[in-house]
């Protein structure tokens, strides 16, 4: 069992649709918890951080976390075309000294 | 400000041909990591750099090595390329171990093995 699971999509949604991005996890020990973007050809690059449970919100963009469910959330309001990429999902403990990241999913965010 | 810079960013490599892969940071960042990316797997972590001059395994390890030049350059060597380590390969840089908030990645690089 991989310890970070993330459906791959692709997930194709209408510009201005609300979106949804998931990852569940196994080790209930993550306290961190990141998502990254990547577009086509590019290295990731850091989109939210949380630490431990609860909401973080960044204009369009909010992450949640629910550590009793073993689940974190990425929510992007009012679509863009420019949102089309691929979305990560990362966590890793409280030391901090190794990552777990998921697979990766692929969104297109059609005119 | 580069950030982190990548070289090369393609190479087709011949089984049993060895390689050094260049990776800079410009950010006086401490920590240095090598990920290789795969389709359906994520991200991996093939060595880290905690600081310089030390040196750590992470998640793959295998048919790799790694030398921390100076704080700037983290390089990761192939000795005897295999098909199997045909991927895209990620250097990025933190300003302390971990710390997601602070990873900043290079732009890859694409790496055939034929």
């Given at each position: 069992?991989k310890?970070?699971?993330?459906?791959p999509?692709p997930l194709s949604?209408?510009?201005?649709a609300?979106?949804s991005?998931n990852?569940?996890?196994s080790?209930s020990?993550f306290?961190?918890?990141?998502?990254?973007r990547q577009?086509?050809?590019k290295g990731p690059?850091?989109?939210m951080?949380?630490?431990?449970?609860g909401?973080k919100e960044?204009?369009r963009?909010?992450?949640?976390?629910d550590?009793?469910s073993?689940y974190?959330?990425l929510f992007i309001?009012?679509?863009?075309?420019s949102?089309?990429?691929t979305?990560l999902?990362?966590?890793?403990?409280?030391n901090?000294?190794?990552f777990y990241?998921?697979?990766g999913t692929?969104l297109?965010?059609k005119? | 400000?580069a950030?982190?810079?990548q070289?090369p960013?393609f190479?087709v490599?011949?089984?049993?041909?060895s390689?050094?892969?260049q990776?800079?940071q410009?950010?006086?960042h401490?920590?240095?990591?090598?990920?290789?990316?795969?389709?359906?797997?994520?991200?991996?972590?093939?060595?880290?750099?905690?600081?310089?001059g030390?040196?750590?395994?992470g998640?793959v390890?295998?048919?790799y090595?790694?030398?921390?030049l100076?704080k700037r350059?983290f390089?990761?060597?192939?000795?005897s390329?295999?098909?199997s380590?045909?991927?895209v390969?990620?250097?990025a840089?933190?300003?302390?171990?971990?710390?997601g908030?602070g990873?900043?990645f290079g732009s890859?690089t694409?790496?055939?093995?034929?």
């Amino acid at each position: 069992q991989k310890e970070v699971e993330q459906d791959p999509g692709p997930l194709s949604v209408p510009e201005g649709a609300i979106v949804s991005l998931n990852c569940t996890y196994s080790n209930s020990a993550f306290q961190y918890f990141m998502w990254y973007r990547q577009y086509s050809r590019k290295g990731p690059e850091l989109l939210m951080y949380t630490y431990s449970s609860g909401n973080k919100e960044d204009g369009r963009f909010t992450a949640q976390v629910d550590k009793s469910s073993k689940y974190i959330s990425l929510f992007i309001r009012d679509s863009q075309p420019s949102d089309s990429a691929t979305y990560l999902c990362a966590m890793s403990l409280y030391n901090f000294n190794k990552f777990y990241f998921g697979s990766g999913t692929k969104l297109n965010v059609k005119p | 400000n580069a950030g982190v810079t990548q070289t090369p960013k393609f190479q087709v490599l011949k089984t049993g041909q060895s390689m050094t892969l260049q990776c800079a940071q410009d950010m006086n960042h401490n920590s240095m990591y090598w990920y290789r990316q795969d389709p359906g797997m994520g991200l991996r972590l093939i060595y880290y750099s905690a600081s310089e001059g030390t040196t750590d395994k992470g998640e793959v390890p295998n048919g790799y090595n790694v030398s921390r030049l100076n704080k700037r350059e983290f390089s990761l060597r192939l000795e005897s390329a295999a098909p199997s380590q045909t991927s895209v390969y990620f250097c990025a840089s933190s300003l302390h171990t971990g710390e997601g908030y602070g990873y900043t990645f290079g732009s890859g690089t694409r790496l055939t093995v034929v």
